[in-house]
């Protein structure tokens, strides 16, 4: 097959979003608009072969792409969508096809990209269109096609006749061209209207007064093709997003109750038999595996959850794993790197940060474990905390196998306490407890019998010499 190269032009800045960001740079579904785009793109061609055209915020946007391995080519001055393809010349092949996209049409899938590639190649025209039919197509250049079904021009909104305007066929700016007459006719491209820019629908009449074909490819989804330009919009294209993901989901076989109340990423995956209960929020790349339960309002983000974890209501989490089995939350928050231990149960109002919990280890109630490791069935008690800071440092409390911390023990790091130990109720602990030993570290309770009444004797007395 002949190369292909995808062109995505992203150098606007978006006048109309009212923002201070590049309009690429505005996010919807989990990611910004221009890594839909590249996403979409992924679908026909590598990602090498795909050439982003930037001119507003250049260095913003090559930022937000430097974990991709696309290239760069900037448009210094916005002259119109065809002066943008011009200053590609030099880095589109010769041979092969070329796709024109834009960098703020999240919608558009791969699948149709391919059926536009197909196309073009089944007819071996010069280049395809791809078009739909709106009931409403104001402000919408028109494709008018001849009795072959072909291109035979494409004309704006304002230069249309009434018999033109008609026409429902719209144009969506996406092309698929032979790669050598694109780039042997494309400076035939002149700025002759108002605004005195290079528009690249001038093509199309071009290369019919060559002598060539173009075709165009009708799709039915009109909500493909839609391009962002505000707020409204962009809410709008997350909303589709956001339903695409979770029909998918729902498909392969997870369980979602209320869709339309949560929110899942892109690159999230979630095994079977799971239920994802109301108002959760499911982000970044997290793994969730099979008969899982994700409670309500619960905020998942890149995790890695094993098989049968049930993850109670309210619960916050990222960046942490948690092995088959356990049990976290609610109004639990798990986070930076912390582990939970297959069968572990991390309960209501604990705080994990940076901590291990081991396989059948308890942390159920009103807890801030930070910079932990705890070992096997260990439990610790309500209120427990670790003191990790000291102003100027973070230090480490190791805890071993089957221990028993006490409620309300403060545990100053740096600090061990080893296997089978158990530290007293109330106990501050600041050295070390050795296996199989009682730990205290609290005052000697006084008991002073009929204080409360002298007290109030004393309170008395007081009174009446006044």
């Known amino acids: ?12 800045l978006g006048t109309r979003m009212k923002s201070r960001k590049a309009k690429v740079l505005h996010r919807a579904g989990g990611m910004t608009l221009i890594e839909h785009a590249i996403q979409a793109a992924t679908a026909i061609t590598s990602e090498e072969q795909i050439v982003v055209v930037v001119g507003h915020q250049a260095e ?39 796709v024109i996209l834009y960098g703020d049409c999240p919608l558009l899938s791969g699948a149709t990209l391919q059926q536009l590639i197909d196309k073009q190649r089944a007819l071996d025209a010069a280049g395809t269109l791809i078009t739909t039919r709106l009931d409403d197509p104001t402000g919408y250049g028109r494709v008018l096609l001849d009795d072959n079904g072909f291109v035979h021009g494409i004309v704006e909104q304002k230069a249309a006749t009434p018999q033109q305007l008609e026409v429902d066929l719209i144009n969506s700016g996406m092309y698929c061209f032979r790669s050598e007459l694109l780039c042997k006719h494309i400076g035939g491209i002149r700025p002759e209207n108002a605004a005195k820019e290079y528009y690249l629908t001038d093509i199309v009449e071009i ?15 009109a909500s493909e093709l839609l391009g962002i330009n505000t707020r409204v919009e962009l809410a709008a294209a997350d909303r589709i997003l956001r339903e695409r993901k ?5 498909l392969d076989g997870v369980t979602i109750e209320r869709p339309e109340t949560v929110i899942i990423d892109p690159h999230v995956a979630i095994g079977v038999d799971t239920v994802v209960q109301p108002f959760t929020r499911i982000l970044g790349k997290t793994r969730i595996g099979e008969d899982c339960v994700i409670g309500a309002g619960s905020v998942i983000e890149d995790c890695a959850i094993a098989d049968r974890v049930h993850v109670a209501p309210f619960t916050i989490a990222g960046n942490c794993r948690i092995a088959e089995g356990a049990a976290v939350g609610p109004f639990s928050r ?14 209501n109002f604990v ?46 409390t190791g805890i071993g196998r089957g221990a028993f911390i006490g409620s309300n023990a403060t545990l100053v790091a740096p600090v061990e306490i080893g296997d089978g130990s158990y ?11 050795p296996a199989d030993a009682l730990a205290l570290g609290r005052g000697r309770q006084v008991v002073k019998e009929g204080w409360t009444k002298r007290r109030k004797k004393t309170k008395e007395e007081a009174l009446q010499k006044r």
């Open 246 to 250: 979770t029909r998918q989901l729902m």
């Open 351 to 396: 705080e994990l940060k940076k901590t291990r919990l081991g396989a059948g280890a308890k942390a159920n109630h009103l807890a801030y474990l930070g910079d932990c490791e705890i070992g096997e069935k260990t439990n610790i008690g309500a209120g427990t905390i670790t003191c990790n800071y000291d102003g100027e440092r973070k230090h480490r």
């Open 1 to 12: 097959m002949e190369p292909i190269t995808a062109v995505i032009l992203a150098a606007g």
């Open 60 to 98: 913003e946007v090559r930022a937000a792409l430097g974990h991709r391995r696309v290239r760069f080519v900037e448009q210094a001055e916005q002259k119109g969508t065809g002066h943008a393809v011009m200053m590609c010349s030099p880095v589109i092949g010769k041979t092969g096809l070329v």
């Open 423 to 433: 530290v007293g109720a109330g106990s501050v602990i600041t050295d070390a407890v």
């Open 207 to 221: 290369l019919n007064r060559a002598g060539h074909r173009v075709a165009a490819l009708q799709i039915d989804d």
């Open 334 to 347: 798990l986070r930076m790197e912390s582990e939970v231990g297959a069968g572990a149960h991390v309960g």
